[in-house]
């Protein structure tokens, strides 16, 4: 059991290590403030040390009744209010320099963690919910932010007291100063000893907290489903579950952490009251006076006080380091091009293979085995199959947006894994059974995939989509904005607009995957027509579940159970009577 401990406490240890050096990688960036945020800290510091020397001064002026040198007096106070104004005026440059470096350092590694967001895989955000992510990019940052600000504003002050009051300390009596210095690791113990123990508290708090923020995320995304189902209690009861050990998580991470600075603060105050005693001794004896007593008790106080200080942030300290390490977690994420030098330029003709292709979701359950398939340039391929067969999946594999587990898919001879996803799906058009609206205008929606397209082609291109008509009726036409997922439009006038977006762009090879499931027959017939004329010359994959929307592709593809059972034309498979045949007639013969 002490060995577990013991192991514990030195993971911990080196993973804090591994964090504060990827934190000083990121602060190499802004040494220039650093540096200056170090030097004013020293001024205010130092400055801030010879302020008990002249309330010694002052007061050994004032000891004796009827003896009060006020000249000498009039000249300590002015000095002092000169060095207290210059004392503020450095605090605040090294203040304004510390918020500049840890805002600064903040951003930076915020905006590395969204870049790696968004270079992810598909794979990575479909295993990890979307509020763990944002929660780690916004909350997580933010916390970090003020435990690292916090950190600086300790750290120089600190450093520059503790060192300055043991020098002045040292010239006024030797035996007080090495009192002090022998009891001061007392405090140093307990602080860490509370902060190791803390570490591990506050990394399942930040856990949870990104648990908290999925769950809500979910709610309200996912807000008309769960009124529809009437799922609001079970949704509730989750929240508030996770929310009850979310309490819990903090309140241990608080009450650990809370012990350092009681603590710490008593075992200073032990200190000063022994420094007091054994200084008063000595003035006693006649050995100090009571001016160099003062000064003494003053500089043991300074010399405590950023131990005091310190311990008070450790609690935020350690939330920072959590947090931090949940980021660099995110960023450390391996993506495809991380370790490779791929093809970032690529144009095809449109010629596709998959050779021996295999693939699951789950590595303990089969999906595709062993997929073969040869699509020419220009060629039209519909995929058709029962629900699982894996028609979607093998669309997800054209796009990667998963990569095979063996076997390869090479567009034009080469292997798409050696091109950069960027270049390899600029060649794609999809349109998808769920569309994807971003918040804006329509026209921004449209244009997205080309966005130096004249207001003549966007037009032509909703013309052919069929969906110019219905935006011009809103109330300012293409200018309309419209809200996270295309607001309160319907669902066929979204995905009118999708394929809108693929008629602009005409690239050279497409996906269909019941583009027109949302359609109404009538429009349907019409964009069908717009299809089979954009998609000449255009090697296209087709998903359709509507059967007798791929009666004219050059070539069916039937899956069942991962496999391509069948393939050829519509009436070569009619004609042959197999599983395509048993589809066909479930939908038309009754």
Not at 560 to 568: C, T, V
Request: aromatic share 8%.
């Amino acid at each position: 059991m002490k060995d577990s401990k013991k192991k514990q406490q030195k993971y911990t240890v080196s993973e804090n290590l591994r964090i504060i050096r990827r934190i000083l990688h990121y602060l190499r960036r802004y040494i220039f403030f650093l540096i200056a945020a170090f030097i004013f800290a020293g001024i205010s510091s130092v400055l801030a040390l010879y302020l008990p020397v002249l309330t010694g001064n002052a007061v050994d002026l004032i000891v004796t009744k009827g003896n009060v040198d006020f000249d000498g007096l009039k000249l300590i106070l002015m000095e002092m209010a000169a060095i207290i104004a210059v004392c503020a005026v450095s605090q605040w440059i090294t203040n304004a320099c510390n918020n500049h470096v840890a805002y600064s350092t903040v951003r930076d590694i915020r905006n590395d963690s969204i870049k790696k967001a968004n270079a992810l895989s598909i794979a990575y955000h479909d295993a990890h919910r979307t509020g763990e992510t944002v929660n780690r990019v916004i909350s997580d940052a933010d916390q970090f932010s003020d435990g690292l600000l916090l950190g600086f504003t300790q750290f120089f002050t600190g450093l520059i007291t503790i060192i300055g009051t043991l020098v002045m300390m040292l010239t006024i009596d030797v035996r007080i100063t090495i009192l002090v210095v022998v009891m001061t690791p007392l405090s140093i113990l307990v602080a860490s000893f509370i902060a190791s123990s803390s570490f591990k508290f506050f990394k399942e708090q930040s856990e949870k907290r990104g648990e908290q923020t999925s769950i809500i995320t979910e709610m309200i995304e996912q807000e008309k489903l769960m009124i529809a189902f009437s799922a609001e209690g079970e949704a509730a009861e989750d929240f508030d579950a996770n929310n009850d050990v979310l309490a819990k998580a903090s309140l241990k991470a608080t009450f650990v952490s809370s012990l350092t600075n009681p603590s710490t603060r008593f075992i200073n105050n032990m200190i000063y009251a022994c420094v007091a005693i054994f200084g008063a001794i000595l003035v006693v004896g006649g050995e100090m006076s009571v001016g160099a007593l003062t000064a003494v008790l003053g500089y043991a106080n300074q010399y405590t006080k950023p131990f005091n200080e310190i311990s008070g942030v450790v609690t935020e300290l350690q939330n920072a380091l959590a947090c931090a390490g949940r980021l660099f977690e995110l960023i450390d994420e391996k993506t495809d091009e991380d370790s490779e030098a791929l093809v970032t330029e690529f144009s095809t003709k449109g010629e596709v293979e998959l050779k021996d292709v295999s693939f699951s979701y789950d590595k303990n359950k089969e999906l595709l085995k062993n997929v073969n398939i040869h699509a020419h340039p220009g060629e039209r391929y519909a995929i058709v199959g029962p629900t699982g067969c894996g028609k979607t999946t093998l669309i997800n594999l054209l796009m990667r947006f998963y990569d095979v587990d063996s076997g390869s898919i090479l567009v034009d001879g080469t292997d798409i894994k050696s091109v950069e996803k960027s270049a390899l799906r600029k060649e794609y058009g999809m349109v998808l059974q769920d569309t994807w609206l971003k918040p804006g205008t329509i026209r921004e929606n449209i244009i997205m995939g080309k966005p130096e397209a004249s207001e003549e082609e966007m037009i032509r291109a909703c013309r052919n989509a069929h969906a110019h008509s219905f935006i011009k009726q809103l109330e300012n036409g293409y200018d309309t904005v419209i809200g996270e997922d295309g607001g309160a439009l319907s669902q066929g006038q979204k995905q009118l607009i999708c394929i809108s977006r693929i008629m602009l762009t005409l690239p050279p090879m497409l996906i269909l995957d019941e583009a027109t499931s949302s359609i109404d027959t009538r429009t349907e017939l019409k964009i069908q027509d717009a299809f089979a004329e954009m998609m000449q010359g255009r090697t296209s994959f087709i998903v359709a579940h509507r059967l007798s929307t791929i009666k004219n592709a050059d070539c069916i593809l039937v899956m069942r159970d991962g496999n391509i059972i069948e393939q050829g034309k519509h009436e070569e498979l009619l004609a042959a009577g197999g599983f395509y045949k048993t589809l066909y007639k479930s939908q038309f013969e009754h």
